[in-house]
């Protein structure tokens, strides 16, 4: 998005029509390759960048910043810790279950976040416990996908406080999304136990 803009990159961030500040000519075609499998920027047209100055993360936002190519490849994640895998897959589970949650109309957005939830659920501890297995690294490149084609739905309060606390802290986003699941759960189960029993019974 930078390379060819005049103003500093937080005049983009994506607050009201600041995306129409870019100068679109500028913008170099995003090629993505994702080196872990979490956050799903891949297949996004924003990215979360941190103000080291204010302790805040912010979302820059363009169109163009959708990438033009996408290359899932599994070897590029082999080389990740245990803990670091752990950490992005519990990421892309937040999104497909804070997606599948969201009490916004998108059938098809639930498709697909209940598919990624099931792909993680047999494929993460696979991955994390070997990190060579490039089957169970594919299907985590892929429901890391999945989860955040599913989160255009929305999302919900794991990933508002895991924002806010990883800003201000240096935390990991997934390692807080894992660890304000269980609370964010237990606080909305009235509202979302319905959707729990499906999942559940697909998973």
């Known amino acids: 998005l930078m390379v060819g803009q005049e103003l ?17 000519e500028g913008v ?6 994702p080196t872990t499998a979490g956050t799903g920027s891949e297949v996004g047209r924003a990215s979360v960048i941190t103000d080291s100055e204010k302790h805040l993360k912010k979302i820059i936002f363009h169109p163009k910043m959708l990438p033009v190519l996408v290359i899932l490849d599994p070897n590029v994640t082999t080389g990740l810790p245990a803990k670091i895998t752990a950490a992005t897959g519990l990421d892309a589970l937040s999104h497909c279950l804070e997606a599948f949650c969201s009490p916004s109309y998108h059938p098809m957005a639930e498709g697909i976040a209940l598919e990624g939830m099931r792909l993680i659920k047999e494929n993460l501890q696979l991955a994390y416990e070997n990190g060579d297995n490039l089957e169970a690294r594919m299907h985590m490149l892929v429901a890391s996908s999945m989860g955040a084609a599913a989160f255009q739905k929305g999302l919900g309060a794991m990933h508002a406080i895991a924002h806010s606390i990883g800003a ?18 237990e606080e909305n189960y009235s509202e979302i136990k319905t959707k729990l029993g499906r999942a559940a019974r697909y998973l």
Request: with cysteine.
């Open 8 to 24: 500093p990159i937080w005049e983009f961030e994506d607050v009201g029509d600041n995306w129409c500040k870019v100068k679109e």
């Open 168 to 185: 201000t802290y240096g935390a990991h986003h997934g390692l807080l999304n894992a660890i304000l699941m269980p609370y964010v759960l």
């Open 28 to 33: 170099a075609p995003v090629i993505a390759i």
